[in-house]
């Protein structure tokens, strides 16, 4: 790695860090129910849009796509599977979207 990319790596997670340490302190003052509530309220709904998210099953890795931004949301891990994959096994995986 070139130096100014392991400093663009290291800024990015320390804003990462930053964030995170925020957010985790609100979610202490949520009480359960207001965690349930926003859960049932937002759950397969697209962060950016508000719309549903429709899920595709593609070797294990659960991907959703937004019906109506296109954009596509991963969980947990997802990231590092699709990473993994083969260019032709991505290929396949993109044109499982494709019009
Ligand atoms: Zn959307």
Request: proline share 2%; glycine share 4%; hydrophobic share 30%.
């Amino acid at each position: 790695m070139k130096p100014s990319e392991k400093e663009e790596e290291y800024v990015a997670r320390l804003e990462f860090d930053r964030k995170k340490k925020l957010e985790e302190e609100k979610h202490k003052t949520l009480a359960k129910d207001e965690k349930r509530r926003l859960k049932d309220l937002h759950y397969m709904m697209c962060p950016k849009c508000g719309m549903e998210l429709i899920e595709i099953d593609y070797k294990n890795i659960k991907i959703d796509k937004c019906s109506e931004c296109e954009g596509i949301w991963l969980d947990a891990g997802e990231l590092e599977t699709v990473s993994k994959l083969e260019k032709t096994g991505l290929d396949k995986l993109l044109s499982v979207f494709r019009k």
